[in-house]
């Protein structure tokens, strides 16, 4: 797995042109012309599949649980021959990676790109009627700007060296081969309409890199994240404007120079890295589409640090992106409709626990390790993807405002004359632990919440119980309502062959991943200026 380097070095740069809004207010608006972004067919959405995870799941456990959640792309951070096996049962494709630390090699030799091709790519390539086709891309390296800045001379050479021995084989089936970058190498990106690229990589790396994404029919991928938008925006940007959340018009931010209203920092993101790119004049550039390899919002973080880091923002923003994508098809602002919308992978499958770092770092995925949902996704209507809809789920756990008494009298109701099956919550199993009343109280009120079917009333218990969407499930715990949601899926011994992760311990704002690389760490640059924000009568975000 090569380095991960999330969109925290530098992706909330929105806020360093506040400052000059009131004089963009006064331009005349020009009127920029939308890029090519579009993709070849539908736009789809994705998830991305980090290792770091305690007991993962087998190869093939995996892909019954891909096939359960009606997944069929995702994006690896290597190119695993046996999670590619697996997968060529399962129907889904990969984009599979070449982790940062081999890129020297590759990028030093053609030989030695050819090699790992023939070796990694052409097995699962559908060279033949006998050879599955699974690899719908190659991403070399990630984030390397930033998260491996001395490798950056050979990038460029390792995707050229293999892309020349992928185009020797002769697929039927070309398969692209490019790089996610970060964010961070789009400067001043709001408004949109003045991003450009960072000087220092503009004409010696991005400029010939979309020349030979254009020549090649390959994809800009990007690694975009609103979360660190809002984070670094210190206020200016609203939640609701990152979550995809609808804002009255007065509070839309609107680009002052083409009077372009962006109704979610998503598409304002984009916008700003197609007039980067037009900015540019690459050539061919224009019309190289962009995918976006990795975008998410973390479910947990430390309380004071990651305010924003919780369940429900968690559920709204995938949930609503996968709406956005799947349903909406809006493409942009600056490229509006669906031939133009990006495709995105959501970042991650699985919470990895076992990732060092703030809090945040190990809570990123839509899913425990064993298969439960982390949050309930809003999926319904999404064309079947994530079979685990979980729309109409609910838990009975012990009302926060609820008096102690209370819910210890209500708890041994449920154990007792309720009948609700409390054996999970006694000394040595699974749901002993924490030791208190309330968490003890809430698996007995799920137990019998679900055992009634969730009946209306069945969660009073004279006001110590609540009805949540948010599945309390936690460590090795999981409720009655979580076991109902896991044989729901029929993915059998891939919802049950592991434990749950456990939080990571840590505190910080900004994201660090350093993936497996033994050697190598993430520089985090932090570059945020503290802006004024002056509220005018123009609309922008405030």
């Avoid at 404007?241 to 009077?259: C, G, H, I, K």
């Avoid at 700003?272 to 004049?281: F, H, I, P, S």
């Avoid at 041994?412 to 924490?434: E, K, L, N, V």
Wanted: proline share 8%; aromatic share 8%; glycine share 8%.
């Amino acid at each position: 797995m090569g380095s991960r380097s999330r969109g925290g070095t530098g992706s909330g740069l929105l806020v360093s042109l506040l400052l000059s809004l009131l004089s963009l207010h006064h331009r005349s608006p020009v009127l920029v012309s939308a890029a090519g972004g579009g993709n070849n067919g539908e736009p789809y959405v994705g998830v991305t599949i980090g290792t770091e995870v305690t007991n993962l799941l087998s190869p093939s456990d995996l892909a019954a649980f891909l096939r359960a959640q009606r997944i069929t792309r995702v994006r690896l951070y290597d190119a695993d021959p046996r999670i590619l096996s697996a997968l060529a049962s399962s129907g889904a494709r990969a984009i599979v990676g070449v982790p940062n630390d081999e890129l020297l090699a590759l990028g030093s030799s053609p030989s030695t790109a050819a090699a790992w091709v023939a070796r990694r790519v052409l097995p699962f390539a559908g060279v033949n009627s006998t050879t599955p086709n699974v690899i719908s891309a190659i991403a070399v390296g990630d984030e390397v700007p930033t998260a491996l800045p001395s490798a950056l001379p050979v990038l460029l050479p390792a995707i050229r060296s293999l892309a020349a021995a992928l185009a020797a084989a002769n697929l039927s089936s070309p398969i692209p081969v490019s790089t996610p970058l970060p964010f961070s190498v789009v400067l001043d990106p709001f408004p949109p309409s003045q991003a450009f690229f960072n000087q220092s990589l503009a004409k010696s790396f991005v400029a010939p890199l979309l020349a030979h994404l254009a020549n090649t029919s390959a994809p800009l991928m990007l690694n975009l994240y609103p979360y660190y938008s809002l984070m670094q925006s210190n206020g200016v940007i609203p939640l609701d404007n990152a979550l995809f959340r609808p804002l009255p018009p007065s509070l839309e931010m609107v680009d002052p120079n083409t009077l372009l209203h962006y109704t979610n920092v998503f598409d304002a993101m984009l916008d700003a890295v197609r007039v980067a790119v037009r900015n540019l004049n690459a050539t061919g550039g224009a019309g190289v589409p962009i995918l976006v390899t990795e975008t998410g919002w973390p479910s947990y973080g430390d309380k004071r640090a990651e305010p924003y880091a919780t369940k429900d923002n968690a559920d709204a923003y995938n949930s609503n992106l996968i709406k956005h994508v799947l349903e909406d098809k809006p493409g942009t602002p600056m490229a509006p409709g669906a031939a133009a919308q990006s495709s995105a992978y959501i970042y991650e499958l699985f919470n990895e626990d076992l990732r060092p770092g703030p809090v945040s770092e190990a809570n990123w995925g839509l899913f425990y390790g064993n298969g439960t949902p982390v949050y309930l996704l809003h999926v319904s209507g999404a064309g079947g993807f994530l079979g685990n809809d979980t729309t109409d789920r609910s838990f009975c756990v012990a009302a926060d405002d609820a008096d102690e008494k209370a819910v210890q009298a209500a708890m041994d109701w449920a154990c007792g004359p309720g009948r609700a099956d409390c054996t999970a919550i006694q000394p040595g199993q699974g749901c002993y632990m924490p030791n208190d009343v309330r968490s003890h109280a809430s698996y007995a009120f799920d137990a019998y919440y679900q055992s009634q079917g969730r009946a209306a009333g069945s969660c009073y218990f004279q006001g110590a119980g609540m009805v949540t969407t948010t599945d309390p499930s936690h460590d090795n715990c999981l409720f009655p309502g979580s076991k109902q949601l896991s044989n729901s899926t029929g993915s059998g011994s891939a919802n049950n062959t592991m434990e749950h992760t456990s939080d990571a311990q840590g505190s910080a704002i900004w994201r660090l991943r350093t993936g497996r690389e033994k050697g190598f760490l993430l520089f985090l640059r932090f570059l945020l200026s503290v802006a004024v924000v002056i509220v005018m009568d123009s609309n922008f975000w405030t």
